[in-house]
């Protein structure tokens, strides 16, 4: 998946964004590895991936901040790869905000209009309308020292969107905040993005910040791209095993052969036996085939003991992770290792106390399977 | 209880005789000022004003007094705007010698003034530079210098460096990022720092007594000369005038460009 990706049907046509074998290299160091992808017009696209994975330094070469060392970098239509930042028309939400603190909320939000030297009228409308829609009436003669985080983030925000950029760039912006408040500014974000329909080009390390906001995610490693998908598939079917262990819990069963007896298919494990598909998988199957299985903590349930069925197997439990709404088991099973479960509410912490034998019963029906070497 | 009530009157007896230790020299001079009498008596037997009145009105300190502005705002300014652009320098780039460079515009910390002063007095004969201003304003411009560099490097470095990127980002080219963003943030640092500059030249007096002639002669360097010849209290009111005067710069000064936080004092 590190060539180009389709542009997102749902939305206009037309492509936003080109990134075309973008690379950068830091001594001898891989910054980013030959990246390509396409943004369409309006689509919210989040760079997703773990400190170091060159997510920021792909959004600092966007914004001209970063040099790459090959590759090109298109933005409707026009090649900016060699373009200096100031004049580039791409709009930036800084995760420190930077807003400038000599200057007032007015100016802040007005200084990129003065830049374009638009009459002194205009300004003001321009600066009013984006006040109007970050809801910030009233703190336009505030020092930004005097606002709180989330205000400072609608200052930001606003800043870069009353340019009218072709791009708007959301460098980790909700990092900074509170719990509460995060979850508020993704709602804001939301809207924002909903009202505007500016390309928005969002970077995180939160993956549940990823899943709710965009169109589509960009998981990154070590400078490559392993990913490019809509939420729901990138979580229901990750390309390979650093995609599914990055979004969302999962558990890794060890490397088994796929068999497909009388219509049934099903995973020998050594040493543990076969486990059950309860339909010939879509993707991933092969009789014959070397595989490993990743399966989601809700899609293994604990059974009664001495339930029998084919998919049940039995291990001690080695802790429980209370989380209030649900409870995340880990229990040991021989040939298999760590095993999660997720149940709803904390009776299981009772019911099954450390140390205690647990059986669980492996709902197969929502597997990955990836291939074993890979 | 008992014995942290006498840990604490012991503690706070130690800060109070600590602070008069450091103050009673100023106050003892300061008190012998208003003393009526032709003498410098301590306690003063009296109170009275006529030395003030003289002080002022003395021909040799009024012409050091103004000698001493013109070699402070020369010396000051030259110091100002050598320091910055060292600050800048040093700020900005990486370079092979950068430590040595920064070393170097310590050292006047660590170099006493009379070597400073003996040395620019040689320096000047090797030259033939006549003791005068050119001498007293080269010698005060080295002796700020730190100040001046040091005021305007804290500045830089509280510069969050993703400004000039937001700036350039909304489309502010490298010079409007300078004028727009930067210096604005770095003139409270550049006025902080001339101003600690001007209040060590006004007062300076070991590397002056080398460097001022008997006409360019600076106020320490004049009253030093008149309190060898007459042991009256005039020099303590003008010692009390010269601290009033720089007291009130520098209250004037943290009120209006917060000389506390762009000296790094103050980190709030």
Redo the contacts between chains.
């Keep these: 998946m590190t060539e180009t990706a389709i542009i997102h049907p749902s939305k206009e046509t037309g492509s936003a964004v080109d990134i075309v074998r973008v690379r950068k290299d830091f001594g001898s160091a891989v910054g980013v590895a030959d990246v390509s992808l396409t943004i369409g017009k309006g689509e919210f696209v989040t760079l997703l991936g773990p400190s170091g994975c060159g997510k920021s330094t792909l959004l600092g070469m966007i914004a001209g901040f970063v040099t790459p060392t090959a590759g090109k970098i298109v933005v409707d239509g026009t090649d900016i790869t060699d373009l200096e930042p100031y004049r580039r028309d791409i709009g930036m939400v800084f995760q420190s905000y930077a807003l400038f603190p000599h200057m007032n909320v007015h100016d802040n939000i007005a200084f990129g209009l003065k830049m374009r030297r638009l009459p002194a009228a205009e300004v003001e409308k321009e600066v009013a309308r984006a006040i109007a829609m970050m809801k910030l009436e009233g703190f336009e003669a505030r020092r930004v020292r005097q606002l709180s985080g989330g205000q400072q983030q609608r200052v930001a925000l606003a800043r870069a969107i009353v340019i009218r950029p072709k791009v708007l760039l959301l460098d980790e912006p909700l990092s900074a905040l509170d719990k509460n408040l995060r979850a508020q500014m993704q709602v804001e974000l939301s809207e924002l993005h909903r009202k505007t329909g500016l390309t928005t080009i969002f970077v995180t390390h939160d993956q549940g910040e990823a899943l709710s906001l965009s169109d589509r995610i960009v998981v990154m490693n070590k400078g490559a791209v392993q990913q490019v998908a809509a939420p729901i598939e990138l979580y229901r079917q990750p390309a390979n095993g650093f995609v599914a262990s990055f979004i969302g819990e999962i558990n890794a069963l060890p490397p088994g052969r796929c068999e497909l007896k009388d219509g049934t298919a099903s995973l020998v494990l050594p040493g543990v036996g076969p486990l059950v598909f309860p339909a010939v998988p879509a993707s991933g199957f092969a009789p014959g085939r070397q595989v490993r299985a990743f399966l989601r903590p809700e899609h293994v349930r604990p059974v009664s003991a001495g339930a029998a069925g084919p998919n049940v197997v039995t291990g001690k439990v080695e802790a429980h992770i209370y989380q209030g709404s649900h409870t995340i088991t880990r229990v040991v099973v021989e040939g298999i290792g760590l095993v999660e479960t997720r149940v709803t509410g904390a009776d299981i912490v009772a019911s099954a106390p450390v140390g205690a034998p647990l059986a669980l019963a492996f709902d197969l029906s929502e597997a990955v399977l990836l291939d074993a070497a890979a | 209880m008992r014995s942290q009530k006498i840990g604490s009157i012991a503690f706070w007896s130690l800060v109070v005789a600590l602070l008069t230790y450091m103050t009673l020299p100023t106050i003892v001079v300061l008190m012998t000022s208003v003393n009526p009498t032709e003498i410098l008596a301590f306690p003063p037997q009296g109170v009275s004003f006529d030395w003030y009145v003289k002080a002022v009105t003395y021909p040799d300190f009024q012409i050091a007094f103004k000698n001493g502005l013109i070699v402070t705002a020369c010396a000051s300014t030259l110091a100002l705007i050598v320091g910055s652009a060292f600050a800048w320098l040093i700020h900005h780039y990486e370079f092979r010698g950068r430590g040595l460079l920064e070393g170097v515009l310590w050292s006047p910390l660590i170099i006493p003034h009379f070597t400073l002063g003996f040395g620019f007095l040689l320096l000047g004969g090797a030259f033939g530079v006549q003791q005068g201003y050119v001498m007293i304003v080269l010698a005060h411009m080295v002796l700020v210098m730190p100040f001046v560099t040091r005021a305007v490097h804290v500045s830089l470095a509280n510069i ?1 460096p ?2 000039a ?10 010079f ?1 990022v300078l004028t ?2 930067t210096l ?2 770095v003139v409270p640092g550049m006025a902080g720092g001339w101003l600690i500059a001007a209040v060590l030249s006004l007062t300076e007096f070991t590397a002056s007594l080398y460097v001022t002639g008997s006409r360019t002669q600076t106020l320490p360097v004049a009253m030093y000369n008149y309190i060898r010849e007459y042991a009256d209290p005039t020099v303590s009111a003008i010692s009390a005038l010269l601290i009033i005067a720089t007291t009130l710069i520098m209250l004037v000064a943290d009120r209006t460009i917060g000389l506390r936080r762009v000296l790094a004092i103050d980190t709030h």
Excluded at chain 2, 165 to 174: Q, W
């Design positions: 969050d993703a400004l990127r937001a700036a350039a980002n909304l489309g502010a080219s490298p409007q727009r963003v604005p943030l």
